[in-house]
């Protein structure tokens, strides 16, 4: 992020209550505590797709016999690429017809190549000149129809990462080269690249819904897949005109999720602008910084931009009535939550106290381990509980939870959209939105939704995979998309 034209004070919240203690939240009391309805807000803890916690098994069915890989060591994330292989054939053999007009379906005929540093470049699909240019990677080969990944470091890590799945997903991004191939589809790397994720997305969803794949995932490993996804993006400012780009995480994951949601008809409509990437280059100072602002200014900055946000587009949403102004925010060490309505708030690091209109976060553990993924995680994490807050004050209380953390992702992608450079080209919106984004801030925020969470916020608020969505829908539609939005 940027700040605005203007230097507003810095550091003006910075009070005693930054004081570290140290003493991390206790897990179990965190799920033990019943939390009354004037509290809302997430417990953390970043299990899923944060690298390490990774424990899934989606498919536990030996490599089928048909199958072979060349170059295959009998590894682990080889069995899981057998399966995808067997799984894609079958999903291919119905779907290619179906999206293209009816036109026969072929596997890939130069067949499947694990490679490590011990490969012969010279026997690998496109005969690679150097073995290290195809390690650390995957690549389909138009000239050999035949697909080839690196068994020994990318896989293993991928899978280490965000679970076995992700080594599916790689292979099925893969495919959807091969099914270009097989297209003639040819356009901007860009397009391609998303093309790509958005027929792994289809196949997926097959995944998901047939009960006749291989693998059986639930809303864990479809996280897992989001995340691995979204680590395959371009190094944020690089620009979608490139003719290399793949792509921003943001347009990555959503385009895996169009193909989820939509089907490969929708994927095999693309083309330049559409989807729009939103990729953009940095500013000024912000290259040398990668985006990322201080903390401590970036908790103050962010406050100041939802409620300029907020007093603004409030009306619209409300049939003319005003936003009521937020009280001040309560930053709170671990052992020292703040009290709401009389009660000391247990049991929450990050909350919206309904009755009192402020925002309480602890900035022990929880505000510097948001601020790992970048300084636009923690502006997301505030986004939600000012997107609660617009429910509360539009008075239409969707009655469950997980209705009211989707629109409340939806919110906070409407408010970071009001921050993209393209909407701030006149200087006198960039000051009063305080904030501009900075390439990366969009998968910061996704980031933050899909990892920074327990497995009791995911039976409480749902999927991550929907939290992303609706996140999307907001940056994508604006706040009126947000206010009857379902899961
Ligand atoms: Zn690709």
């Keep these: 992020m940027r700040r605005g034209l203007v230097a507003a004070a810095v550091a003006a919240l910075a009070g005693p209550t930054l004081a570290a203690c140290g003493v991390s939240v206790d897990h179990d009391r965190l799920q033990a505590a019943s939390p009354d309805d004037t509290v809302a807000g997430d417990d953390f803890s970043p299990e899923v797709g944060a690298g390490g916690g990774a424990t899934s098994t989606p498919t536990t069915l030996p490599p089928p016999t048909d199958v072979v890989i ?56 496109c005969q690679p000149y150097d073995i290290n240019q195809v390690l650390h990677n995957a690549y389909f080969c138009p000239s050999d129809d035949a697909i080839a990944w690196d068994e020994e470091f990318l896989m293993p890590e991928l899978a280490a990462g965000y679970g076995d799945f992700a080594v599916a997903v790689v292979i099925a991004h893969e495919w959807g080269h091969a099914i270009q191939h097989r297209a003639a589809f040819d356009q901007p790397t860009v397009v391609m690249e998303l093309q790509a994720d958005c027929y792994a997305g289809a196949w997926v969803q097959y995944v998901s819904k047939s009960g006749s794949s291989r693998f059986e995932i639930g809303t864990r490993e479809l996280d897992e897949a989001l995340a691995g996804v979204l680590s395959f993006r371009d190094s944020p400012g690089a620009s979608a005109e490139d003719p290399n780009a793949h792509g921003s995480g943001f347009d990555r994951v959503g385009a895996f999720q169009v193909g989820y949601e939509e089907g490969a008809g929708r994927c095999r409509a693309f083309t330049v602008g559409d989807p729009r990437p939103y990729q953009f280059q ?60 009389g009660q000391q708030v247990t049991g929450y690091r990050l909350f919206l106290c309904v009755p009192e209109r402020y925002v309480g976060y602890e900035v022990d553990e929880t505000i510097p381990r948001a601020y790992e993924m970048g300084d636009f995680a923690i502006g997301a994490l505030f986004g939600t509980q000012y997107g609660l807050e617009v429910q509360d004050q539009l008075q239409k209380p969707p009655g469950d939870e997980i209705t009211a953390t989707l629109r409340g992702d939806c919110f906070t992608g409407a408010w970071a959209a009001a921050m993209l450079p393209e909407r701030q080209l006149d200087p006198a919106v960039r000051e009063r939105y305080v904030l501009t984004l900075s390439p990366g801030d969009l998968d910061e925020g996704i980031r933050v939704l899909l990892s920074f969470r327990s497995e009791s916020d995911r039976e409480r608020q749902g999927p991550g995979f929907a939290r992303v969505r609706a996140f999307r829908t907001g940056v994508l539609s604006g706040p009126g998309a947000c206010v009857d939005l379902t899961a």
């Design 282 to 341: 940095f500013e000024g100072d912000d290259r040398y910084t990668q985006g990322d602002m201080l903390q401590e200014e970036m908790e103050d900055q962010a406050f100041r931009s939802l409620d300029a946000y907020w007093a603004d587009v409030f009306p619209a949403l409300s049939g003319g009535r005003a936003w009521e102004p937020m009280a001040e925010p309560r930053p709170f060490g671990a052992d020292d939550p703040p009290s709401c309505n």
């Design 70 to 125: 060349q170059g295959d060591t009998g590894s682990e994330v080889n069995r899981v690429a057998a399966n995808a292989i067997a799984d894609l054939n079958t999903f291919w053999g119905a779907t290619y017809p179906a999206t293209f007009d009816g036109a026969a379906y072929q596997p890939p005929a130069g067949g499947y190549h694990a490679v490590d540093r011990n490969s012969r470049p010279s026997t690998l699909p």
